[in-house]
């Protein structure tokens, strides 16, 4: 024969209370960091096209690594074209096929590579760029997905990569480029990609310690849950032989 059994009204509410608490604990924990991993994603993500420009030493310096938070950021630059411009292939311009033309704009003792326009092939009256300039371009990081260079003797590359272009200018490039908002004569306003996608990884860290404090606060709770079916088991009774 078995009896049930309680325990007592004060213990039994003292661990009911300690298991809201640490449930309560560790969800708000989990969600502030959870929100923390949101808000990351959100600042990489975030529109900055259309706010005010500023000078681009404002932003970063010509040995600064490449701002990410500052994509799409419209800066201003000043300074005197030089040589070295090209071409790169496959951009589109709505549903056209064509190319950027690119130029360096030395800028103090850098330069920075600047898309001055689209044009549906490479023409090199279109890319010559001579005497000083005021720029004003949105921020972009140079790509880099290792695409092959068809010919690298010719004025045509793939991609926007610094480590190409700096063999091709007499002095430092800065880790960026810029997309004019005002193109060159005879080419066409070059589009761009506005809104950056977040990477997969950002703020992951957050993510986890989120779920982390989650495990945790389903632990208490299973916890007490155990205590309570432990210390509310029957207890066998002695039976008189």
Do not use: C, H, K
């Not at 809201?20 to 990351?40: F, H, K, N, S």
């Not at 000078?55 to 630059?77: A, C, I, K, W, Y």
């Not at 208490?220 to 079916?229: D, K, T, V, Y």
Request: charged share 20%.
């Amino acid at each position: 024969m078995t009896a049930p059994r309680r325990p007592g009204l004060l213990t039994d509410l003292g661990a009911a209370a300690l298991a809201l608490v640490l449930v309560g604990i560790a969800g708000w924990l989990g969600l502030w960091q959870y929100d923390a991993w949101q808000a990351q994603r959100t600042a990489e993500a975030r529109d900055l096209t259309d706010v005010a420009p500023v000078p681009l030493t404002d932003v970063m310096g010509s040995n600064d690594p490449f701002p990410g938070q500052d994509v799409g950021r419209p800066v201003e630059l000043s300074g005197e074209w030089i040589d070295g411009g090209f071409w790169v292939r496959d951009r589109t311009l709505g549903d056209r096929d064509g190319f950027w033309a690119v130029a360096p704009l030395q800028v103090d003792e850098a330069a920075v590579l600047v898309v001055r326009g689209w044009a549906e092939e490479p023409d090199p009256t279109l890319l010559a760029a001579t005497g000083t300039a005021d720029v004003t371009g949105w921020l972009q990081a140079p790509e880099g997905s290792l695409v092959t260079d068809d010919d690298a003797n010719d004025d045509v590359f793939p991609e926007i990569r610094v480590a190409d272009a700096v063999q091709r200018v007499d002095v430092d490039l800065y880790s960026a480029y810029a997309v004019s908002q005002t193109p060159e004569d005879g080419l066409e306003a070059a589009e761009l990609e506005a809104l950056p996608n977040p990477s997969r990884f950002t703020g992951i860290r957050n993510l986890l310690y989120a779920v982390e404090w989650w495990v945790f606060g389903a632990f208490a709770a299973f916890i007490w849950w155990r205590w309570r079916q432990d210390a509310t088991a029957p207890v066998p009774l002695a039976v008189d032989g």
